[in-house]
């Protein structure tokens, strides 16, 4: 069992960032690849970014391309989202997520994860 929590949201007017963190305890974080994704308002959670077991990958949606940057610590057993620019639509609940791997693949799908943290909000006012 892998026990994931998020934290490092808040208020922050458009063009500022942020930086959030995914403590992970209670498994192998290092036999694990780590996602992020969010949920608005009135709409569906989304993919926002994953990063491979290693590190060594990382993949981002179209909306975030340029503006964020997903990293993980396996000796801090820790995955991070450090947002820049940030606009209005980025508000949202932001989930960190875990899946169990053994390859350097990137994935998507949000029902391929298994271990899921409580999520943080971020908002940006205009």
């Known amino acids: 069992q892998v026990q994931l929590v998020e934290s490092g949201g808040g208020l922050v007017q458009a063009g500022g960032s942020l930086r959030l963190s995914c403590a992970a305890s209670?498994?192998?974080?290092?036999?694990?690849?780590v996602g992020w994704f969010r949920q608005a308002p009135g709409k569906e959670r989304e993919f926002v970014s994953a990063?491979?077991?290693?590190?060594?990958?990382?993949y981002y949606a179209d909306s975030v391309k340029g503006r964020f940057t997903i990293s993980r610590d396996t000796a801090k057993n820790t995955a991070y989202l450090q947002m820049d620019s940030l606009t209005p639509e980025d508000t949202a609940v932001y989930y960190c997520?875990?899946?169990?791997?053994?390859?350097?693949?990137?994935?998507?799908?949000?029902?391929?994860?298994?271990?899921w943290g409580q999520g943080t909000q971020v908002t940006v006012s205009s």
């Open positions: 990063i491979s077991l290693s590190g060594g990958s990382t």
């Open positions: 209670g498994g192998s974080f290092s036999r694990t690849a």
């Open positions: 997520a875990a899946r169990r791997g053994i390859f350097e693949n990137i994935e998507t799908r949000e029902y391929q994860y298994q271990y």
